[in-house]
């Protein structure tokens, strides 16, 4: 356990890397978010902020942890992580440490989003904010995992990888209410919504951060995130084990 982590470590350094040299990535990833912002907060009513922001938030880290795997992907291709594989390092640390690097940048993200936003009148709740993050931390380990479990399974045919992920990508969003609300909608809608985990982590956001701590929402959001994160990681740390 104690080669483990400090695997993990090394690989959470070295994946991190590249990040801190070049910040703007983060800033760049921002701008379909923004854009959002920009477009759907005036057809909102009035403080819809307060309801739209942590929707972004969560959306942001989608998209950036869904695609975290074209990383992989390429290193696959140039050879880097068939060298990677032959090192001291334990395989599930290559998947675990790549996982957690994704808070990293959902952290900076979301920061910059609330600094966007707070001129405008979006008020938020600082611990329940906090505990939101905790939660949206989870959630993008396991997507993390799962884009890196999809980039191993794809690794001869890139075609696969963005077909799967961008197929994938906008029904969850849209189910889970980022954009739109969804209570009116059809019944088969609100059956598929309920069965899309992001929809109780978006609950739970939006709970947290207007301070509603102790609610239901942030209980299921809390299960949700914990859950994907446990599942996809155990899918991940298999797939890793099983790449040649």
């Given at each position: 356990?104690?080669?483990?982590?400090?695997?993990?470590?090394?690989?959470?350094?070295?994946?991190?890397?590249?990040?801190?040299?070049?910040?703007?990535?983060?800033?760049?990833?921002?701008?379909?978010?923004?854009?959002?912002?920009?477009?759907?907060?005036?057809?909102?009513?009035?403080?819809?902020?307060?309801?739209?922001?942590?929707?972004?938030?969560?959306?942001?880290?989608?998209?950036?942890?869904?695609?975290?795997?074209?990383?992989?992907?390429?290193?696959?291709?140039?050879?880097?992580h068939e060298r990677m594989l032959v090192?001291?390092?334990?395989?599930?640390?290559?998947?675990?440490?790549?996982?957690?690097?994704?808070?990293?940048?959902?952290?900076?993200?979301a920061a910059l989003i609330v600094a966007?936003?707070?001129?405008?009148?979006?008020?938020?709740?600082?611990?329940?904010?906090?505990?939101?993050?905790?939660?949206?931390?989870?959630?993008?380990?396991?997507?993390?995992?799962?884009?890196?479990?999809?980039?191993?399974?794809?690794?001869?045919?890139?075609?696969?990888?963005?077909?799967?992920?961008?197929?994938?990508?906008?029904?969850?969003?849209?189910?889970?209410?980022?954009?739109?609300?969804?209570?009116?909608?059809?019944?088969?809608?609100?059956?598929?919504?309920?069965?899309?985990?992001?929809?109780?982590?978006?609950?739970?956001?939006?709970?947290?951060?207007?301070?509603?701590?102790?609610?239901?929402?942030?209980?299921?959001?809390?299960?949700?995130?914990?859950?994907?994160?446990?599942?996809?990681?155990?899918?991940?740390?298999?797939?890793?084990?099983?790449?040649?």
């Amino acid at each position: 356990m104690t080669t483990l982590v400090a695997d993990t470590r090394t690989v959470f350094s070295r994946e991190l890397r590249p990040v801190l040299r070049d910040p703007f990535t983060i800033i760049f990833s921002m701008v379909q978010p923004l854009v959002f912002l920009a477009l759907f907060t005036p057809l909102l009513p009035d403080d819809s902020l307060q309801w739209f922001v942590p929707g972004i938030i969560v959306m942001s880290c989608l998209f950036a942890s869904s695609m975290t795997g074209s990383n992989l992907l390429f290193e696959i291709q140039t050879g880097s992580h068939e060298r990677m594989l032959v090192t001291p390092l334990r395989r599930p640390a290559l998947l675990i440490g790549r996982a957690l690097k994704e808070i990293v940048p959902m952290f900076a993200q979301a920061a910059l989003i609330v600094a966007v936003c707070a001129p405008f009148g979006f008020r938020f709740n600082l611990v329940g904010a906090l505990l939101g993050l905790v939660i949206l931390a989870a959630f993008c380990i396991g997507l993390g995992a799962l884009s890196y479990t999809l980039a191993l399974a794809s690794k001869n045919q890139e075609w696969l990888f963005w077909t799967v992920q961008q197929t994938l990508i906008f029904p969850l969003l849209l189910l889970a209410g980022v954009l739109l609300p969804i209570d009116n909608g059809p019944g088969w809608l609100q059956a598929l919504a309920r069965g899309n985990p992001l929809s109780y982590v978006v609950d739970a956001e939006r709970a947290l951060f207007a301070g509603d701590i102790l609610s239901s929402a942030t209980f299921g959001g809390l299960v949700a995130g914990a859950a994907t994160a446990a599942v996809e990681l155990w899918a991940g740390v298999r797939a890793m084990r099983n790449s040649d």
